[in-house]
């Protein structure tokens, strides 16, 4: 049996890690050091060889290393740096800025070519930095993508045993089913819309809505924009379309007649969501018979820190509210379609026909 091995960063990754972050007072402090470092080499090799080695030969591996741990502008400090030590201290016979014609040549290529260096090397580490930064967040992307399949494989599996739980025939079992898969793909095109990030209350509401609107007996009453985190999104769509369902096809929307009111607002610092529908009292019996549809509902915002549900259906009314922290504020809210009076109901839910019971 073969054994996979945790994988592991490779060079590139381990290079950006021990690197310090380009053009902070790390690389330049480091950079200093290097500089001092190497203008001592100069002058243990001038005893060594007992004569005056060119300054070029240790100044040159400063700037790469500046330019490698700290970019093009901590390279070009250090080359700067060396050009004045290499001028002042070697190159001018009495410690001056008074150069010879060959020593100020050589001044001159060594200038233009650890420049040079600094800008090559220096650009590479900044394409080492992009380099490592999307491999992270490729692998990021990877996991994040992994664990997002594993999840909604264990919505499906729960929905499919929890529908077969509750129906008798495949024909039901199907209908449901299908149902609940198609509130679940909504929830996921908003996610996939907001690139899995938190989702603004209008653009959810727009497409969870979307297969209902208009509709006579819908109002919506539109409150400050808010924002519903990512984690609620999902519960909170299947919560919305289950609502709208069971309206259309025996409750206040059924052939438009209304009311059915869904409004939002703020309280405090919460975000308050609230379904108000208007039923008979021959929907309320059947509807307070607990069941699949009633758990989505209560479980729209997943039980989280701050979060509460409420749903009771009365004799006369239907009440459902989500409540959950208002950590952000939406800047650009969607126009929401309008669900005030139209001249015609929606297509496919003008009859009871094919009821089923609410609490399914």
Not at 292 to 299: E, K, P, Y
């Amino acid at each position: 049996m073969s054994v996979i091995k945790p994988e592991t960063p490779d060079s590139l990754v381990r290079l950006h890690r021990a690197l310090p972050p380009p053009g902070g007072a790390i690389s330049y402090g480091i950079s200093a050091l290097i500089v001092g470092v190497c203008t001592l080499l100069k002058v243990l090799l001038d005893g060594v060889v007992e004569a005056a080695v060119a300054p070029f030969v240790t100044f040159y591996p400063a700037v790469v290393l500046a330019s490698l741990l700290g970019g093009p502008a901590v390279g070009l400090a250090a080359a700067g740096t060396t050009v004045l030590l290499a001028w002042y201290v070697w190159l001018s016979p009495a410690q001056g800025f008074v150069l010879d014609a060959p020593a100020a040549m050589s001044l001159g290529i060594y200038v233009f070519t650890a420049a040079l260096i600094a800008l090559v090397v220096g650009i590479t580490r900044m394409s080492v930095d992009r380099l490592a930064g999307s491999e992270a967040e490729r692998s990021a992307a990877a996991r994040e993508s992994v664990h997002r399949t594993k999840n909604l494989i264990a919505v499906v599996q729960a929905l499919s045993s929890k529908v077969a739980r509750e129906v008798i025939t495949a024909t039901e079992f199907k209908e449901i089913l299908d149902k609940r898969l198609h509130s679940l793909g909504i929830a996921q095109n908003v996610l996939l819309r907001c690139e899995w990030q938190d989702a603004d209350l209008e653009e959810l509401l727009q497409s969870a809505l979307a297969p209902f609107l208009p509709n006579p007996g819908l109002t919506l009453q539109r409150g400050e924009p808010v924002i519903v985190p990512a984690r609620h999104v999902r519960g909170l769509c299947m919560a919305l379309y289950e609502l709208c369902t069971n309206a259309m096809k025996y409750g206040a929307l059924a052939y438009g007649r209304g009311p059915a009111t869904l409004s939002w607002r703020l309280v405090d610092k919460d975000c308050v969501l609230e379904w108000r529908e208007e039923v008979s009292a021959e929907y309320s019996a059947c509807a307070q018979q607990s069941g699949f549809g009633t758990t989505l509902i209560r479980m729209a915002l997943s039980y989280g820190a701050g979060t509460t549900v409420q749903y009771e259906v009365g004799p006369t009314l239907v009440l459902a509210s989500f409540r959950w922290p208002d950590m952000a504020r939406a800047k650009n809210p969607q126009p929401l379609a309008d669900a005030q009076p139209r001249d015609q109901a929606l297509p496919g839910y003008g009859t009871n026909a094919n009821r089923v019971n609410p609490a399914v």
